[in-house]
């Protein structure tokens, strides 16, 4: 029976085989027409792998116009196909096989672009090689101390006392030396708009070049990006100036004035120091007048005389402008009409008058003040009490600015004689006659 059964299998066993392969065949083509294999294209992005061989060779790159994309062709039954995205793909440059290209100055990187869903039985890639084009320059260093500011105005009334950044205030910076070697200075900027009390705020640093620019970060990696500062708001005072002067000017000469700018200033700090604070005194050996004959000027910086734990609001306030002003004194001799005298204390039944039409005045005082003066400025006093008839030079009192000026003694010719009795006589009948009346 066995040998009839293996007779039955290998009669005709070409035709047998053959037929079978026939099957496959057909069922080969019957899947293909039904399934066939399609193309399709996908356009991802590309991940940069391995950039710490470039910054370990102190360089960076970066890819060429922005570009960092990749599109591609791959093949794949449409049932495949079907059941594919872009997410299913990655294209991965590895920088440690970046090319320079001779003539074009660029430089490229080869991609490899698998896909994760499929194996490369599945889903044919593309042969064709792609690249990323990239550039490359330095790879520049720097660190910067990171400077506190302040935007907005606080309220009235008030100031601004310390700015401070109270965590780290260095930054290390690393990037492109086309940036990097641009930065000049790094900010924190505080808003204290409408502040009145003490604020802190963390604020992300900016950088700027030497002309004052804001620099581009988005190429830089920093160690830090963000820093907490903070502003203090204290209270303002007015308070006056005070100048006084060390030594005596030269003989002949006076002091006449000393006079600044500004005459006050504000001050800013805690309430309790403030309210202590009645005037800013400048020590006198700052204007040390010794020998002088002619005006001092001078700028004197108050900053080191400012009470303890107090400041300026305004930093050009600390610069004063001083001028001591020395003139010559003078002498000068004025005719002052006699009317200009008043006699007093005349003694009952006494005639009284001065015998000369005008007085000599001598008055000693800084130049300007004697231009400033006239006889007619010039009154006096004569103190008769104590005289007697007869004739008298008697001191007078003259009445003028004795800060100003000094006055030599003047004696004033004054006659002093009995009322005539007739006279008062006939003016007492007049009085009884009149009482009668």
Same mark, same amino acid.
């Given at each position: 029976m066995l040998k009839n059964l293996a007779k039955k299998l290998t009669n005709n066993l070409g035709l047998k085989v053959l037929a079978v392969l026939f099957a496959i065949a057909l069922w080969i083509v019957v899947v293909n027409i039904d399934d066939p294999v399609k193309p399709a294209q996908y356009t991802i992005s590309v991940t940069q792998d391995n950039m710490d061989y470039l910054t370990s060779n102190g360089k960076y790159s970066e890819t060429l116009g922005g570009k960092n994309t990749v599109t591609?062709?791959?093949?794949a039954k449409r049932s495949i196909l079907e059941k594919l995205s872009n997410t299913d793909f990655t294209a991965v440059a590895d920088m440690e096989k970046i090319e320079y290209v001779e003539g074009d100055g660029v430089c490229r990187v080869p991609i490899t672009i698998t896909c994760s869903k499929y194996n490369s039985n599945t889903v044919t890639i593309s042969s064709k090689q792609q690249y990323l084009d990239v550039t490359v320059e330095d790879l520049g260093n720097v660190q910067k101390k990171i400077t506190a500011s302040t935007e907005g105005t606080v309220m009235d009334g008030c100031a601004l006392g310390d700015v401070s950044i109270v965590t780290s205030n260095l930054l290390k910076i690393s990037g492109p030396s086309s940036v990097t070697s641009q930065i000049s200075t790094v900010v924190a900027t505080i808003n204290v708009d409408g502040m009145s009390s003490d604020v802190t705020d963390t604020v992300v640093p900016v950088l700027y070049d030497a002309d004052g620019n804001e620099i581009d970060a988005s190429k830089l990696k920093m160690n830090i990006n963000t820093?907490?500062? +903070?502003?203090?708001?204290?209270? +303002?005072?007015?308070?006056?100036?005070?100048?006084?002067?060390?030594?005596?000017?030269?003989?002949?000469y006076t002091l006449k004035e000393i006079t600044y700018s500004p005459k006050k200033v504000r001050i800013k700090g805690e309430t309790d120091v403030l309210n202590k604070v009645a005037k800013i005194a400048?020590?006198?050996?700052?204007?040390?007048?010794?020998?002088?004959?002619?005006?001092?000027?001078?700028?004197?910086?108050i900053t080191s005389y400012l009470p303890d734990r107090t400041s300026l609001?305004?930093?050009?306030?600390?610069?004063?402008?001083v001028k001591v002003k020395v003139e010559p004194i003078t002498t000068k001799t004025f005719e002052v009409d006699a009317s200009a005298f008043t006699l007093e204390n005349i003694p009952d039944a006494t005639k009284a008058k001065i015998t000369e039409d005008t007085i000599q005045v001598e008055v000693t005082g800084a130049e300007s003040d004697i231009k400033k003066l006239s006889a007619d400025d010039i009154t006096g006093t004569v103190n008769l009490q104590g005289y007697g008839n007869g004739e008298h030079n008697i001191a007078a009192d003259i009445d003028v600015d004795n800060e100003l000026y000094q006055v030599k003694t003047v004696r004033i010719p004054v006659k002093m004689t009995a009322e005539d009795t007739e006279i008062k006589s006939t003016e007492s009948s007049k009085k009884s006659a009149s009482k009668t009346k």
């Open positions: 591609f062709t791959a093949s820093v907490t500062i +903070t502003a203090q708001i204290l209270n +303002t005072k007015d308070v006056d100036l005070s100048f006084q002067t060390k030594g005596t000017v030269a003989s002949g400048i020590p006198d050996d700052v204007l040390d007048m010794s020998g002088a004959t002619e005006d001092v000027e001078t700028t004197v910086d609001v305004l930093a050009a306030d600390a610069k004063v402008e």
